[in-house]
Nanobody, 115 residues
Framework: QVQLVESGGELVQPGGSLRLSCAASGSIFSPYALDWYRQAPGKQRELVAHITSGDYTNFADSVKGRFTISRDNAKNTVYLQMSSLKPEDTAVYYC?????????WGPGTQVTVSS
């Protein structure tokens, strides 16, 4: 049973940077694509970033040029590096992946961008 756990969310000022981590357990990590989603209060959950097993990446238009996604298969961890943060980036951030046909989610980590 795959488990995903995010960490790294905190309060940060506009223009600041933050790195989120998501550690996976219970499965071999490397064959799977992984995603970061976010959900702001009163809004639908949205896909922020995606990385394939071959390290191909893509991003939501709203974060292109500011966020990067990477993975360390030896550590079973995926990262979301966020820079030039804006108040509208405030949300709960979730990592997710489809493992053997089942989408799994972590519990999320809160990112708040505010002065």
């Amino acid at each position: 049973q795959v488990q995903l756990v995010e960490s790294g969310g905190e309060l940060v000022q506009p223009g600041g940077s933050l790195r989120l981590s998501c550690a996976a357990s219970g499965s071999i990590f490397s064959p799977y694509a992984l995603d970061w989603y976010r959900q702001a209060p009163g809004k639908q959950r949205e896909l922020v970033a995606h990385i394939t097993s071959g390290d191909y990446t893509n991003f939501a238009d709203s974060v292109k040029g500011r966020f990067t996604i990477s993975r360390d298969n030896a550590k079973n961890t995926v990262y979301l590096q966020m820079s030039s943060l804006k108040p509208e980036d405030t949300a709960v951030y979730y990592c997710s992946g489809i493992f053997r046909g089942v989408r799994k989610w972590g519990p999320g980590t809160q990112v708040t961008v505010s002065s």
